[in-house]
């Protein structure tokens, strides 16, 4: 394993300029991931305090919750640029349980100045939004906590959603990607 991450290698940040996009659609080829490199995920200090204040809510809770960071961050990480955007996917918890439980345990630790209302976009399949999304502030950053999400087409482009594991939610991504002939 140790072998495995001498081996990744990591690209240099690409640095944004104010009001500069984090968008792949202008990339450059020499920017572009090539097929089959190992990549790796450098974190700014904020982000390394962040995602361990979000672990040490789940080792308080003892749920054994599993916290993934997804969606756009991890290509934009991946990509050497800088992103705001963060979602976290849940596996066995709902997205506004575990935003409570984060701003108690900010609370319980001489942090209530800081806790923040959290924002529930609610479940709508007539608009083609099937799980809810939870949102609140976190140490200065925005955060989506969301559930592990599967996919299931019939006879319409709209998909059918409903709680799922770690490898059907990586798979909607991949019927999401383009490739360029």
């Known amino acids: 394993m140790e072998a495995d991450r001498k ?15 984090t968008s792949c659609e202008n990339l450059t080829p020499a920017e572009q ?4 490199q190992r990549m790796s995920i450098r974190l700014v200090e904020q982000e ?13 809770h003892g749920q054994n919750t599993i916290l993934r960071v997804a969606g756009g961050w991890v ?3 991946l990509l050497g640029m800088s992103c705001k955007d963060i979602d976290i996917a849940l596996d066995n918890v709902m997205g506004q349980q575990f935003a409570e439980q984060v701003h108690a ?10 806790v923040k ?8 399949p007539d608009q083609s939004k099937h799980l809810e999304t939870a949102t609140t502030q976190v140490l200065g950053s925005w955060i989506d906590f969301v559930n ?4 299931t087409y019939a006879d319409s482009r709209i998909p059918t959603m409903e709680i799922g594991t770690p ?8 019927q999401l990607t383009a490739f360029q002939l």
Do not use: H
């Open 148 to 151: 592990l999400r599967k996919e």
């Open 167 to 174: 490898l059907e939610d990586a798979l909607r991504f991949v």
């Open 7 to 21: 081996q990744q290698i990591d690209r240099p940040a690409k640095k944004l300029r104010e009001g500069e996009s």
């Open 117 to 124: 209302s959290v924002g529930v976009i609610k479940s709508n």
């Open 48 to 60: 390394k305090k962040l995602f361990e204040f979000l672990l040490a809510v789940v080792n308080r």
């Open 75 to 77: 290509r934009d990480k």
């Open 33 to 36: 991931i090539p097929l089959g």
């Open 105 to 114: 345990y900010m609370r319980d630790n001489g942090m209530a100045d800081q």
